[in-house]
């Protein structure tokens, strides 16, 4: 299930279960969960009873169409929530089959037994060898392997799982392709990450979002207010003295009713969470979907969402008179046993410069290690200790040098590589100082672009950097991002989500580190990396597959058009009331009041004609517009104004004079067929 | 259509929108508990008052305790009015010496006052005392008029207010504080001031029952009198509309001449259109205001173009009968088409009810924008208060409908706009066409309902069908014609008139305590214009759809069928 691969909307293998699906959904206890099509569907029971019962002056040819359109009208409601579940059905059908064969070497004493999957209790420890399905989720306890997880992400290309640190957490259904790790068990069955994909896709656990919930108690407020405005009809035709047939009521009642957007209300919910999971982004709720289309502010990583993960040497800047050829050969030395991006591009750059052509140590060189606590890497060779590091590590580990001249030079040189945005890496030789490596962070290209649309939309972009305030503040203005946090703890992340939240914000951040947990679950989209840890993944209420912190930017545009595609909808459904009111009301009235017969603004040739051509239109709008519904509408960064403006333009007058244009063809259609 | 008549409604527009901003700044202090001028002198009134009755003006009530408050002050007021209506006979001025008032028509009366509605089953001149005008009916004037504009400042309060930090409820106001201020410092000075202007202007204000005349052909002739002009004052500035005299502003004791009718008109919509204003400076951005005022206006300037077109075109029968000119029956000649027809619109745009001309006389389409009016729910301009607040619940909905079209979770001025707000604005705007239609259907089909229309046909059906949306839509205007002082009439009406008053005000009230509760997003360009053209004419758009919908089978059968067999030459 790899985002490349987009199913065509309307395939066989798709429409068909579908149209099956449709007629089971027709099952009263499924229906009820949509008032508007339980409503449209009692009416067209009535009238089909009324078929064989009632005596009302209409031609049985006449209300056989009408009650067959009625029906289509609840069919076409439930095909299309059933054509949008079945796409996902068939990505869980094979995530099920993956599932199915799992079994596990569960560790007990010192030997190992094998037990089946579905056995497997939180805190077990099972042992995954290579070749074998890891068969729950879990901590990786001990031992290092390559994994690969196309199973889950659809990348083949595998990737490092090992004990400790960030990228400890392992997936069900995906397999050790070399070494062997010991899992520590974190869910119970059916409860882990493959069981809630499977549920996700399927739309089993599918429940309303408060917005779906609002739109639900509008339409229900619509449908009570037209039930009423219809069912006070025969009173008022009773004092003119005449009546109205009750299919002629019918009629009126279900085109008057928001049938359109009611019968495509779940299927927009599902197709959204649908389009998320091709993204390869599994969304726990679809609450979260909403509010990513909410977000105000977005909280963005520097290294990897705004620079390209890696830092480049760009430049050599020697102090206290060291000659700046000395400066990169003691560089080069210190870099060649360095297998950081950074080290490569200090080796590669003083290759460029200098013309150094070593790749690897001179003999007997000594390499002396990075460790969190100096922060200072380097190499003993030829009876020299070149040290490289940060430049704070570099004196510190050099308290004679503090406080030369070569260290004032140093310290300006310092703020003058910040201010540029860049990072400073000091070298030293047998304690005296050569001078620094200018790392430079490189922008992505475009992304000053996203930012803007961004801004646009209303919505700000938080840097998030552990950088110091000036290199921060540089990259920011390159990026164009709206405020940054410089050298944030996760304490920072966690205050500054709290901060804008107090001020009524919505915040989205993603993360994968344990320290990011509690700001992920604090942040209202948290979007937590598949590579991160379980306790990163618990925590996010999404998960993206692929570990691009870029796409969060992506997620809110899909939030939002979920919202607008809803919104859109509900606008054309009740714009096109007026055009229905047109057909109807003269049709119906016409007997009483003969001079009403000017209403009929479209011409429709008889009143039969025009109330049939009315029921047909409101029918056949909704299959016209599932592929709306499951597609989404077209979708673009701009402000609030402007979108509305064209979305008004489109769905709303749209949905004012499309139906006058569609009944009027449908009522020639219906009188040439010489069906009314 | 002449040049003086469009000049009028043009110089009525200048003034009013002139006026929106001090009215509504004044309004303004009201609403945050300001001192104004008049605190110098009436302060001491205040705050005896409180301390008299035990009153904590700071207490801040929740959107419950506000409520109960305000049911519990109309439910004893509407017992009070009740038991004076009955027992006048025996109370002291009464010089016309008027027996007690059936009981049917003081329950249809008591609600009618205490719903700021003034739906008149009566004659007053012969059928209140003076005691029952200045005591039940003018004091009711005051007090429901104060009430609708408290409830509108409630409003205000939940989309203004934010929740406070320590997590504590927050409230909507004080309800006896609200109706005590706009009591006393806008209503009584307001209406002393215009009193004294009717006087001046020849209205009658005096205990004295009537005087016997003998008018120029020498006949002899009763004229009733009263204190018309106190009355007169509250009446439109607290778009009450019940008149002392039954022909009510079309009476010359009520409203002498042209520039009493256009200080009327203007007092009809003043405060209405001050409190947009209002708003505005409530939620921090009076643009806010102004979109919802321009809404309004589109509204109303349409169905006044629409009314005068009609009523200044005419009667097509009339005209192949020889009769020229505009519709001048039922109207004032020394008012005119163009006032009348102003008039009539702006009394049923604002749920003020009084008339200057008999609605039923009109064309069938000049009539049906007043009957219109009143079924878009009085929300053009509107009743005191009642017209903002049931103009902010269609706001609610038309952020709701076209809000999801940005993407974002609707929000209007900050608030966002969840299912519970949904819920219970849809619930009070349904209360509309269920009571309007259900009871007309019902008296359309009933006999003791079919015995009250005076006409037959389509113009009869519209007779029942304004009686209705009027009660409901607390207009209180007649559509003449229907014979409404029956036991039936009197009781549906007076269940339409309560339930059309506070089966919307409660829902409402909850929305505001829903809404006061909730965080204020801050507006950034992502969020839901709601100041603009865009916005106004959405706003018009849903009012028009949700509200105007729902009425068309009705108007069809009503005034459409009217006006279409008149074009053919039958009249009804």
């Known amino acids: 299930?790899?985002?490349?691969?987009?199913?065509?909307?309307?395939?066989?293998?798709?429409?068909?279960?579908?149209?099956?699906?449709?007629?089971?959904?027709?099952?009263?206890?499924?229906?009820?969960?949509?008032?508007?099509?339980?409503?449209?569907?009692?009416?067209?029971?009535?009238?089909?009873?009324?078929?064989?019962?009632?005596?009302?002056?209409?031609?049985?040819?006449?209300?056989?169409?009408?009650?067959?359109?009625?029906?289509?009208?609840?069919?076409?409601?439930?095909?299309?929530?059933?054509?949008?579940?079945?796409?996902?059905?068939?990505?869980?059908?094979?995530?099920?089959?993956?599932?199915?064969?799992?079994?596990?070497?569960?560790?007990?004493?010192?030997?190992?037994?094998?037990?089946?999957?579905?056995?497997?209790?939180?805190?077990?420890?099972?042992?995954?060898?290579?070749?074998?399905?890891?068969?729950?989720?879990?901590?990786?306890?001990?031992?290092?392997?390559?994994?690969?997880?196309?199973?889950?992400?659809?990348?083949?290309?595998?990737?490092?799982?090992?004990?400790?640190?960030?990228?400890?957490?392992?997936?069900?259904?995906?397999?050790?392709?070399?070494?062997?790790?010991?899992?520590?068990?974190?869910?119970?069955?059916?409860?882990?990450?493959?069981?809630?994909?499977?549920?996700?896709?399927?739309?089993?656990?599918?429940?309303?979002?408060?917005?779906?919930?609002?739109?639900?108690?509008?339409?229900?407020?619509?449908?009570?207010?037209?039930?009423?405005?219809?069912?006070?009809?025969?009173?008022?035709?009773?004092?003119?003295?005449?009546?109205?047939?009750?299919?002629?009521?019918?009629?009126?009642?279900?085109?008057?009713?928001?049938?359109?957007?009611?019968?495509?209300?779940?299927?927009?919910?599902?197709?959204?969470?649908?389009?998320?999971?091709?993204?390869?982004?599994?969304?726990?709720?679809?609450?979260?979907?909403?509010?990513?289309?909410?977000?105000?502010?977005?909280?963005?990583?520097?290294?990897?969402?705004?620079?390209?993960?890696?830092?480049?040497?760009?430049?050599?800047?020697?102090?206290?008179?060291?000659?700046?050829?000395?400066?990169?050969?003691?560089?080069?030395?210190?870099?060649?046993?360095?297998?950081?991006?950074?080290?490569?591009?200090?080796?590669?750059?003083?290759?460029?410069?200098?013309?150094?052509?070593?790749?690897?140590?001179?003999?007997?060189?000594?390499?002396?290690?990075?460790?969190?606590?100096?922060?200072?890497?380097?190499?003993?060779?030829?009876?020299?200790?070149?040290?490289?590091?940060?430049?704070?590590?570099?004196?510190?580990?050099?308290?004679?040098?503090?406080?030369?001249?070569?260290?004032?030079?140093?310290?300006?040189?310092?703020?003058?590589?910040?201010?540029?945005?860049?990072?400073?890496?000091?070298?030293?030789?047998?304690?005296?100082?050569?001078?620094?490596?200018?790392?430079?962070?490189?922008?992505?290209?475009?992304?000053?672009?996203?930012?803007?649309?961004?801004?646009?939309?209303?919505?700000?972009?938080?840097?998030?950097?552990?950088?110091?305030?000036?290199?921060?503040?540089?990259?920011?203005?390159?990026?164009?991002?709206?405020?940054?946090?410089?050298?944030?703890?996760?304490?920072?992340?966690?205050?500054?989500?709290?901060?804008?939240?107090?001020?009524?914000?919505?915040?989205?951040?993603?993360?994968?580190?344990?320290?990011?947990?509690?700001?992920?679950?604090?942040?209202?989209?948290?979007?937590?990396?598949?590579?991160?840890?379980?306790?990163?993944?618990?925590?996010?209420?999404?998960?993206?597959?692929?570990?691009?912190?870029?796409?969060?930017?992506?997620?809110?545009?899909?939030?939002?058009?979920?919202?607008?595609?809803?919104?859109?909808?509900?606008?054309?459904?009740?714009?096109?009331?007026?055009?229905k009111y047109f057909a109807i009301i003269p049709a119906m009235f016409v007997v009483l009041y003969p001079g009403l017969g000017v209403l009929n603004v479209m011409g429709l040739g008889t009143p039969e004609s025009a109330i049939l051509s009315a029921i047909i239109f409101n029918a056949l709008i909704i299959p016209l517009l599932v592929p709306l519904a499951l597609k989404g509408v077209t979708y673009k960064p701009m402000a609030a104004g402007p979108l509305l403006a064209r979305n008004l333009a489109v769905y709303g007058l749209g949905g004012l004079i499309a139906p006058f244009v569609g009944i009027k063809l449908i009522d020639l259609a219906v009188n040439g067929m010489g069906l009314a | 259509m002449t040049i003086a008549g469009w000049l009028l409604i043009a110089v009525f527009v200048g003034v009013l929108l002139a006026l929106a901003k001090p009215v509504g700044l004044w309004l303004f202090a009201l609403y945050e508990g300001r001192r104004t001028p008049l605190h110098a002198v009436l302060g001491p009134v205040e705050r005896g008052f409180y301390r008299l009755s035990g009153i904590d003006p700071q207490e801040d009530q929740s959107w419950r305790r506000y409520a109960v408050h305000m049911l519990i002050f109309n439910a004893a007021a509407l017992l009070l009015t009740y038991v004076l209506l009955r027992a006048q006979a025996v109370l002291p001025l009464n010089p016309r010496g008027l027996g007690a008032v059936g009981p049917d028509l003081a329950f249809n009366t008591a609600i009618s006052f205490t719903a700021n509605t003034n739906w008149q089953s009566y004659a007053g001149e012969s059928t209140m005392s003076n005691l029952s005008q200045m005591l039940a009916l003018t004091l009711h004037n005051f007090l429901s008029a104060a009430t609708g504009i408290a409830l509108a400042f409630a409003l205000f309060r939940g989309f203004a207010r934010r929740p406070s930090p320590n997590g504590g409820a927050t409230g909507i106001g004080n309800f006896w504080a609200d109706i005590t201020r706009v009591t006393l410092y806008l209503l009584l000075p307001l209406s002393i001031v215009l009193g004294l202007f009717y006087i001046a202007s020849g209205v009658p204000q005096t205990l004295a029952g009537s005087v016997d005349v003998t008018t120029l052909e020498g006949a002899r002739q009763t004229l009733a009198l009263g204190p018309v002009a106190s009355q007169e004052a509250i009446k439109m500035l607290g778009t009450n509309g019940g008149g002392f005299f039954n022909a009510n502003s079309a009476h010359p004791f009520e409203n002498p001449n042209a520039l009493t009718n256009l200080i009327q008109m203007l007092s009809i919509f003043a405060i209405g259109t001050g409190l947009t204003y209002t708003f505005g400076k409530a939620v921090g951005n009076t643009r806010q205001g102004w979109a919802i005022l321009a809404a309004m206006m589109t509204l109303f300037l349409v169905g006044t173009t629409v009314t005068y077109w009609q009523e200044a075109a005419g009667n097509p029968v009339l005209h192949n009968l020889g009769v020229p000119g505009g519709n001048m029956e039922g109207k004032e000649v020394r008012f005119g088409v163009a006032a009348s027809a102003l008039f009539s619109v702006v009394t049923t745009a604002a749920s003020c009810g009084a008339v200057n001309a008999m609605h039923d006389s009109f064309t069938a389409l000049g009539g049906m924008i007043p009957l219109f009016n009143m079924q878009l729910g009085e929300v053009v301009i509107g009743g005191v208060g009642a017209g903002i607040y049931g103009f902010l619940l269609f706001a609610i909905l038309a952020v709701f409908v076209a809000g999801l079209m940005v993407g974002r979770t609707p929000e209007y001025v900050g608030k966002k706009i969840e299912s519970r707000e949904v819920k219970l604005a849809v619930l009070a705007i349904a209360v509309l066409p269920l009571v309007i239609l259900g009871m007309t259907a019902l008296a359309a089909v009933l006999p003791v309902g079919l015995a009250g229309p005076l006409n037959k046909g389509p113009h009869g059906f519209s007779e029942i069908l304004y009686a209705f949306t009027s009660a409901v839509a607390n207009n209180g205007s007649a559509f003449a014609g229907l014979t409404a002082n029956t036991p039936f009439y009197n009781g549906m009406l007076g269940v339409a008139m309560w339930v059309g008053r506070f089966f919307i005000i409660v829902p409402m009230l909850a929305v505001a305590g829903s809404l006061a509760a909730k965080k204020h997003t801050p507006e950034t360009a992502g969020s839901f214009p709601t100041t603009g053209p865009l916005w106004t004419g959405l706003l018009i758009g849903i009012v028009l759809i949700v509200g105007g919908l729902t009425f068309l089978p009705s108007l069809a059968l009503g005034p459409i069928a009217d006006h279409l067999a008149m074009i053919r030459g039958q009249l009804f």
């Open chain 1, 1 to 579: 299930m790899s985002r490349a691969q987009s199913k065509s909307l309307f395939t066989a293998d798709l429409i068909v279960p579908a149209i099956g699906d449709a007629f089971r959904k027709l099952n009263p206890r499924e229906l009820i969960r949509n008032p508007v099509m339980f409503t449209t569907a009692v009416v067209a029971t009535l009238l089909t009873v009324l078929l064989v019962v009632g005596q009302d002056g209409l031609s049985l040819g006449f209300k056989l169409q009408l009650v067959v359109w009625l029906w289509l009208t609840v069919l076409f409601g439930t095909f299309a929530e059933a054509l949008a579940e079945g796409r996902g059905k068939a990505q869980a059908a094979s995530l099920r089959a993956t599932k199915a064969e799992l079994t596990a070497k569960r560790v007990k004493g010192a030997g190992v037994e094998e037990v089946p999957a579905s056995a497997l209790r939180k805190d077990d420890v099972v042992l995954v060898q290579t070749g074998d399905l890891i068969p729950s989720d879990g901590e990786v306890i001990a031992g290092v392997a390559s994994v690969n997880e196309a199973a889950i992400t659809g990348e083949s290309a595998p990737v490092i799982r090992e004990a400790g640190g960030d990228r400890s957490a392992v997936t069900a259904g995906t397999r050790v392709i070399s070494d062997e790790i010991r899992v520590r068990v974190t869910v119970d069955p059916g409860q882990g990450f493959l069981d809630r994909m499977i549920a996700l896709v399927e739309g089993a656990e599918r429940q309303k979002t408060p917005n779906e919930i609002a739109l639900t108690l509008l339409l229900v407020g619509l449908t009570i207010i037209f039930l009423i405005a219809v069912a006070t009809v025969p009173g008022f035709a009773s004092y003119a003295g005449g009546s109205v047939p009750v299919s002629i009521l019918a009629a009126l009642l279900i085109t008057l009713i928001p049938t359109t957007i009611a019968a495509l209300l779940s299927a927009i919910g599902i197709a959204g969470m649908d389009r998320l999971v091709r993204f390869n982004v599994l969304a726990k709720s679809g609450r979260a979907v909403e509010a990513a289309g909410d977000v105000d502010v977005l909280l963005l990583d520097k290294t990897g969402t705004i620079t390209i993960g890696d830092r480049q040497a760009t430049e050599f800047r020697p102090v206290g008179g060291t000659d700046v050829a000395a400066l990169a050969e003691a560089a080069l030395l210190a870099s060649l046993a360095d297998e950081t991006p950074e080290g490569r591009s200090i080796v590669v750059l003083a290759h460029q410069r200098f013309g150094f052509d070593a790749t690897t140590l001179p003999e007997g060189a000594e390499v002396i290690p990075f460790t969190a606590q100096t922060r200072i890497s380097g190499v003993n060779t030829g009876g020299r200790v070149i040290q490289k590091g940060a430049v704070q590590a570099v004196l510190k580990a050099n308290p004679g040098a503090g406080s030369t001249a070569a260290a004032t030079e140093l310290r300006r040189i310092t703020d003058e590589i910040g201010r540029a945005g860049g990072t400073p890496l000091a070298v030293a030789v047998d304690g005296q100082l050569l001078g620094a490596i200018f790392l430079k962070d490189v922008v992505k290209a475009g992304i000053r672009e996203r930012f803007g649309e961004l801004r646009a939309m209303g919505i700000r972009t938080v840097m998030i950097t552990g950088d110091n305030p000036l290199t921060a503040s540089s990259i920011a203005a390159e990026a164009g991002v709206d405020d940054f946090l410089a050298e944030a703890t996760p304490e920072d992340k966690l205050a500054l989500i709290r901060k804008e939240q107090e001020g009524g914000r919505l915040v989205a951040m993603c993360g994968d580190g344990t320290n990011d947990a509690p700001a992920l679950a604090q942040a209202d989209v948290g979007v937590a990396m598949n590579t991160g840890t379980q306790a990163a993944r618990e925590a996010g209420n999404m998960v993206d597959l692929d570990s691009d912190p870029t796409k969060l930017i992506e997620v809110v545009g899909l939030g939002k058009q979920l919202l607008m595609t809803r919104g859109a909808l509900t606008t054309f459904s009740v714009a096109n009331d007026v055009a």
